[in-house]
T-cell receptor
Framework: AQTVTQSQPEMSVQEAETVTLSCTYD???????LFWYKQPPSRQMILVIR??????QNATENRFSVNFQKAAKSFSLKISDSQLGDTAMYFC?????????????FGKGTKLSVIP | EPEVTQTPSHQVTQMGQEVILRCVPI?????FYWYRQILGQKVEFLVS????????KSEIFDDQFSVERPDGSNFTLKIRSTKLEDSAMYFC????????????FGPGTRLTVT
């Protein structure tokens, strides 16, 4: 069974600073996909960034980047130049390409507060 | 930009009543999902739907739950006899040809069972 672990229940960062959120996962699959979703107070789930396991290059989306360490099964999210609008719950998620479904397995989330 | 929509945004019902949560996935998407998030907890997978049938379901998705795609655009989740513990946020998601693994979520329906 796949599991996703986020070991930081809460974090805070000063506006304009950089913060890194941790995520580890466990799977026996060789081909899979990893995601970070943002959930602001409105509770909408917003896709922030994705990473295909077969790609060695770390994904980047504007101020958001990941550090994907496949051997260590680690997938951390770095937010640069933090903004007040980044305040949200952040969920790490995992899926595989096995037949039948692409269901997501989520971690418990990290609550990020950006302090002005 | 296309988006997943869900109605209603908030549903209050009494224990034992039936509820239907509605979703309109992104047009031309192929996979459809329902997830549940109890307040303060992580998002949990309920069911996936592909080619007009359930492709996978979790242990949570028992006989009280059913899904349907009645008209080619809507995707519904029915709970036959609601329980207090069904109170949660229910998210619909869909994924398409360009990225079967990349799911786009609707804004959610908050279900409150009293």
């Amino acid at each position: 069974a796949q599991t996703v672990t986020q070991s930081q229940p809460e974090m805070s960062v000063q506006e304009a600073e950089t913060v890194t959120l941790s995520c580890t996962y466990d799977t026996s699959e060789s081909n899979y996909y990893l995601f970070w979703y943002k959930q602001p107070p409105s509770r909408q789930m917003i896709l922030v960034i994705r990473q295909e396991a077969y790609k060695q290059q770390n994904a980047t989306e504007n101020r958001f980047s990941v550090n994907f360490q496949k051997a260590a099964k680690s997938f951390s999210l770095k937010i640069s130049d933090s903004q007040l609008g980044d305040t949200a719950m952040y969920f790490c998620a995992f899926t595989t390409s096995r037949a039948g479904s692409y269901q997501l397995t989520f971690g418990k989330g990290t609550k990020l507060s950006v302090i002005p | 930009e296309p988006e997943v929509t869900q109605t209603p945004s908030h549903q209050v019902t009494q224990m034992g009543q039936e509820v239907i949560l509605r979703c309109v996935p992104i047009s031309n998407h192929l996979y459809f999902y329902w997830y549940r998030q109890i307040l303060g907890q992580k998002v949990e997978f309920l069911v996936s739907f592909y080619n007009n049938e359930i492709s996978e379901k979790s242990e949570i998705f028992d006989d009280q739950f059913s899904v349907e795609r009645p008209d080619g655009s809507n995707f519904t989740l029915k709970i036959r006899s609601t329980k207090l513990e069904d109170s949660a946020m229910y998210f619909c998601a869909s994924s398409g040809r360009k990225g079967l693994y990349e799911q786009y979520f609707g804004p959610g329906t908050r279900l409150t069972v009293t």
